[in-house]
């Protein structure tokens, strides 16, 4: 799962998320490569004709417009979210790609764990709620993951 505990001592905890990155960086230019390699044998059939430079442009539109859409999702996925759990606090930090970090904190006594699992923008929304304010948590995990992440935390912010 895209997210990990860290204890740094007996009831202080630290959650950090991620969003899945299924598409490492070498995984991805090898995967460039490989359809500037099958885009490229259409074009052998029109070597050292005139034809072969009004179709390269195309072919060099196509593989450059997968490397942008790849590199585009990797900045939109520089997501992280730090949730830390001490004797008295819960705080919790987004990083996001573009801006400045959001931040929320309360009480932990009266930090509340809730699920929605169909009002919210995904199913099995999970939020926090503490302080006047209700914020969201690993809404870029998976359907299971937010259901585990939902069980974990509500044995975590446990007095």
Known sequence: ???????KAEHAHTLRLWPH????PRGAAA????????????????????LLWG???FVLLAVGGMWLAIEMNYRQRRILEVLTLSDTQAHLVRHNPKGAP???SCNRYWAQIEMHPDGGPVPNYVTLKG???EVEIGAFLSEDERVALYDELSVKLRP
């Open 131 to 133: 302080s006047g304010r």
């Open 21 to 24: 990155n299924s598409l490492p």
């Open 55 to 57: 179709l390269l442009p």
């Open 102 to 104: 959001q931040e929320w």
């Open 1 to 7: 799962m895209p997210y990990d505990w860290t204890e």
């Open 31 to 50: 995967w460039v490569l490989m359809i500037f390699g099958f885009a490229t044998i259409p074009l052998f059939a029109v070597l050292g004709s005139v």
